[in-house]
């Protein structure tokens, strides 16, 4: 005979798989719903190397406030990472229905550093008078879901140098 211990305890695991993956199924969504917009610019240019300014705008157009770690930006040229911004342990709040604009995120390269780890991005600077370049934004939703999103960025208003 069955005792009424096996049945709570078989209730309460079926209960646990179900609202354990309905949440999981909700949070899928949100990382599907979740956008990001990354914005590069020069911001300034000095002898020693150019300052990037990175503008990340997070959009939430779902029924629900989310919380979001700030953002890990990344930036690639020919496979190879150039620059990176600082890993920050912060929870931003997007409120539902809304967009966030972040503090912008500022990363010096150094034209030694470029020249040396990558010529053909100087070159390239050289003869178009543009970068093209990858950016990574990385970072995780309430803690568990991780979100990443690429774009292909251009630099530089298209005249020699």
């Known amino acids: 005979m069955i005792k009424s211990s096996h049945i709570l305890i078989g209730a309460g695991t079926v209960a646990a798989i179900y609202f354990g993956g309905s949440y999981l199924l909700k949070l899928n ?8 917009d990354t914005k590069v610019s020069i911001h300034n240019i000095s002898l020693s190397g150019i300052e990037l300014s990175i503008n990340v705008k997070l959009k939430n157009p779902s029924g629900g406030s989310i919380q979001v770690k700030h953002p890990f930006v990344k930036m690639i040229y020919a496979d ?12 931003l709040t997007v409120p539902k ?19 040396t780890t990558v010529p053909a991005l100087v070159k390239e600077y050289r003869e178009t008078g543009k970068l093209n370049m990858i950016v990574h934004t ?24």
């Open 29 to 36: 969504r949100l990382s599907n719903e979740l956008e990001s």
């Open 80 to 91: 190879k990472t150039i620059a990176s911004s600082q890993v920050k342990d912060v929870n």
């Open 97 to 115: 229905f809304s967009e966030v604009n972040l503090d912008p995120i500022k990363i010096k390269l150094g034209f030694l550093s470029l020249a």
């Open 138 to 161: 990385v970072t995780t939703i309430n803690d568990s879901l991780p979100y990443t999103k690429t774009d292909n960025i251009t630099l530089g208003g298209g005249k020699a140098a």
